[in-house]
Every structure is written in structure tokens, then in C-alpha cells.
């Protein structure tokens, strides 16, 4: 991840899969936390009259697990055939070292696959010391681990590789094996300057609240 003014994540990888194929395993709660290691649980609670769905959702760390709440709105016929996901949550575990936030993805097809990127942003929890610790440490990790998560999420759309093959274990394990690698993944937009990472976010985000 590299150092820029706009403090948003970002991530990109390009997915050479069918579009159906990349928003089945992302849409899907019981796909979506077989690649993401940011979640062990994803629960749909209900879904509003606009087509939102309410989400629990839990991070497992065996000491303790964090759980909060979400919300998140996909649209499937953008321009150019382009998809998109919007999505805001929320936690009150003081041990969370992410607060509210919100983001989205983007599928944007192309020749070569799907191009299949994230921008999100996030309040710090942990009070002061994680206001202190987000910008050197926080905020580094949890690009990483999106990104790694995003090529995990590649290798099963691609070469049908499942996600527990590619797990953090197995990564140590010595061979020829499919290896996850956050660094096959972009950190910025393709393009400098113009809009922000968030203002990039479609427009569905904007009036979504948790």
C-alpha cells in the first residue's frame, strides 16, 4: 500500500472469470466468507422495501470475536454492463480497531475479465490510541488483508481453487502450491488525480444508512 492524501483504501484485481461467476461468490454470504478473511460470519436480517439487505456479521479471532451490523445494496444493471455493491456497517465492540464505515464495489467487464475493486473508509475504534495507530499500522494491515482476501477470491474464480487452500497455514507450507499474494492487487485508481477513491463510490451509497 502506498501513502496518499486520500486516506480511503483501495483495491483492485482484474478477474479473469463471467461476470455471474464473480458476483455469485460475491454476493453470496456463505461464498463471501469463504474468501474474505475480514469475516467468519455474515447473517442476512432482513431486507427493506428498497432492496437493502440487513446483515450481522462477526470476525472470529478466537480470543474474542468481534460482531457488528450492516446493510448493503447491489445493482446489477449498470452502464456498459457494470454492477455494483454499496454498503455501510457499523460496530459497538470497544476491541474493534474499525468503527462505522462504509464503501462499495465495483464490476466493471472488460475484454480480459472483470475489473473488481473496492474503496472504503472507516471511522478508528479504540479511542485515541487507535486514532494514533490507524494511519502507521491499522490502516496498512487492513489493505492488506483485503487485498489478500480479493487474489484468494481471483484463484477460486479462476482456476477453481477453493479459498481453505489458500489459507493463511498453507501459505507457510513448502511446494508448488496456489499462493494468495495481496501484492498482484492495485492500491490506487489506474488514473491520478480527479475524484476521490469514495467519490468514486456509485450513487446507491449515499443514501444508504445503517
Not at 463471501?32 to 440487513?54: C, K, M, N, S, Y
Not at 464495489?105 to 475504534?125: E, H, N, Q, S
Request: aromatic share 10%; with cysteine.
Amino acid at each position: 500500500m502506498t501513502a496518499h492524501s486520500d486516506r480511503a483504501l483501495y483495491v483492485e484485481t482484474l478477474i479473469k472469470a463471467p461476470m455471474d461467476v464473480v458476483w455469485a461468490l460475491t454476493q453470496d454470504p456463505t461464498a463471501h466468507v469463504r474468501w474474505d478473511a475480514r469475516f467468519t460470519l455474515i447473517r442476512p436480517v432482513r431486507v427493506r422495501d428498497d432492496g437493502a439487505q440487513e446483515f450481522d456479521y462477526e470476525l472470529d479471532l478466537h480470543a474474542h470475536t468481534i460482531r457488528g451490523t450492516g446493510v448493503s445494496l447491489g445493482e446489477r444493471h449498470g452502464r456498459g454492463g457494470e454492477r455494483t455493491s454499496a454498503l455501510v456497517f457499523d460496530t459497538d465492540d470497544a476491541l474493534s480497531p474499525l468503527g462505522n464505515g462504509r464503501g462499495y464495489w465495483r464490476y466493471i467487464p472488460t475484454p480480459d475479465g472483470v475489473r473488481f475493486l473496492t474503496g472504503y473508509d472507516y471511522a478508528p475504534g479504540w479511542g485515541p490510541l487507535g486514532c494514533l495507530l490507524d494511519p502507521i499500522v491499522t490502516r496498512r494491515f487492513v489493505w492488506w488483508l483485503t487485498a489478500w482476501s480479493f487474489d484468494r477470491l481471483r484463484l477460486w474464480a479462476e482456476e477453481g481453487v477453493p479459498p481453505e487452500q489458500t489459507g493463511w497455514w498453507r501459505s507457510l507450507l513448502p511446494g508448488n502450491r496456489p499462493r494468495a499474494r495481496a501484492g498482484r492487487c492495485l492500491s490506487r485508481p489506474p488514473r491520478t488525480g480527479g475524484p476521490t477513491i469514495m467519490q468514486h463510490a456509485p450513487e446507491s451509497l449515499s443514501g444508504l444508512d445503517s
